[in-house]
């Protein structure tokens, strides 16, 4: 898209805190957004002023109304809009108190705000509702899910896992419940896990509380090192192996495929239960098929994937696949000890996405936004950080 001759303002009297876009400063919708909050943050534009209609700040900018869309979605996240429908778009009350600081402490997916996107949730939302009506979603759902959510889990699962079965599959309320409830039902207090040696502040949190212990294994680029894991065993004869394999959460290490296989021979040698933490594949878009995937592992891998980081964190809705012959009895006892069972209005919400393909396009956009994002990253960090062209975070090792 061809940004607007160099100098061109609105002329609205309002709508002068509009400047120039500048070519090579990301895309121009968050160029729009960014000069929101400059003006807000310089007294321009005061909270409780109207924004100009997004169609007219459109064809007076010179790009699509859709560009405008997303600046606007991109400021309501922010907390700095204030969307009365027709009664239009406001600068909202609390933008005169906001903090300048920005929260790095959790990576959550971008929001989309186009409005084809806009109507295809609002149309998940009424299907929920309707059923909401005739009481389906408001009574108790315990064990492993419905069989309509299950099977929407199966769909959603098969770019990574292939044909499964919807009785291998838990509707859990979020990854962290599921990886708690795995803890708990395959290992004893005391006992030992196996991690990267840097890896996600989750899994520490749940051993602390849980009281098991961590055993760090060394990483290279693609993440856990097989040797390592070797000697890890030999010393310290952890009972689970954790692993990340793609995107790791910190580094972004992402495991080839012979990478993959060198750790579950070393797990089955050991006879090691995995828990194979997966958020980010479908995000990744090229990486190798995950550990569960190979259904001669010779060792249980349990897969997690959760829709917080691919879709919304709102849903609250993940999976867990336990693997064939693999008992679930202990798994759901451990689930209703932490959580009777998920919020169902939004496995329901998630699993009409699903099924009317939504979920599939809002990754898609995703990933084409988070391009975006670690373009302007990669412009302003320094070389040695470390990141995946459609991740969600960057790993900055300091000097």
């Given amino acids: 898209m061809t940004p607007p001759a160099a100098g061109r303002r609105l002329k609205h009297p309002n709508r002068t805190w509009v400047r120039p876009f500048r070519e090579g400063a990301g895309p121009l919708y968050l160029q729009i957004a960014q000069q929101v909050r400059e003006a807000v943050d310089d007294g321009v534009l005061r909270p409780g ?221 050991h006879n090691l239960t995995v828990i194979e933490d997966d958020p980010y594949w479908l995000l990744a878009g090229d990486a190798a098929p995950p550990l569960a995937a190979h259904r001669d592992a010779g060792c249980p891998v349990y897969y997690i994937s959760t829709l917080s980081k691919c879709l919304a964190p709102g849903l609250r809705t993940a999976y867990l696949v336990v693997p064939a012959g693999e008992p679930m009895e202990p798994v759901l006892d451990a689930l209703r000890a932490i959580a009777l069972m998920p919020t169902q209005s939004m496995v329901a919400v998630a699993s009409q996405w699903i099924r009317s393909g939504q979920a599939q396009d809002m990754v898609l956009r995703f990933q084409q936004e988070l391009r975006e994002r670690q373009a302007i990253a990669a412009r302003y960090l320094p070389s040695r950080a470390r990141a995946h062209p459609a991740g969600l975070h960057v790993w900055l090792p300091l000097p």
């Fill in 49 to 269: 002023d109207r924004l100009p209609p997004q169609r007219d700040l459109a064809q007076q900018v010179g790009v699509d109304l859709t560009t405008v869309t997303r600046a606007f979605a991109e400021l309501r996240q922010a907390g700095l809009l204030d969307a009365q429908g027709a009664g239009g778009t406001f600068i909202a009350l609390s933008a005169g108190n906001r903090s300048t600081s920005v929260d790095l402490s959790m990576n959550i997916p971008p929001l989309l705000g186009s409005a084809p996107f806009a109507q295809g949730m609002e149309a998940g939302f009424q299907h929920v509702g309707q059923q909401l009506g005739r009481g389906e979603l408001m009574s108790y759902h315990v064990g492993a899910g419905t069989r309509e959510d299950r099977a929407a889990a199966v769909q959603w699962l098969a770019p990574m896992l292939g044909t499964i079965g919807a009785d291998q599959v838990v509707i859990c309320p979020g990854a962290q419940t599921a990886l708690c409830a795995l803890i708990l039902a395959r290992t004893q207090p005391g006992e030992l896990i196996a991690a990267e040696q840097l890896t996600y502040p989750g899994l520490l949190a749940a051993a602390r509380v849980l009281q098991r212990g961590v055993v760090p294994v060394a990483m290279d680029a693609e993440g856990m090192l097989p040797d390592a894991l070797e000697e890890a065993c030999q010393l310290r004869r952890p009972r689970l192996l954790y692993l990340v394999p793609t995107i790791q959460n910190p580094t972004t290490a992402t495991m080839s495929a012979q990478r993959r296989q060198a750790l579950l021979a070393v797990a089955k040698r």
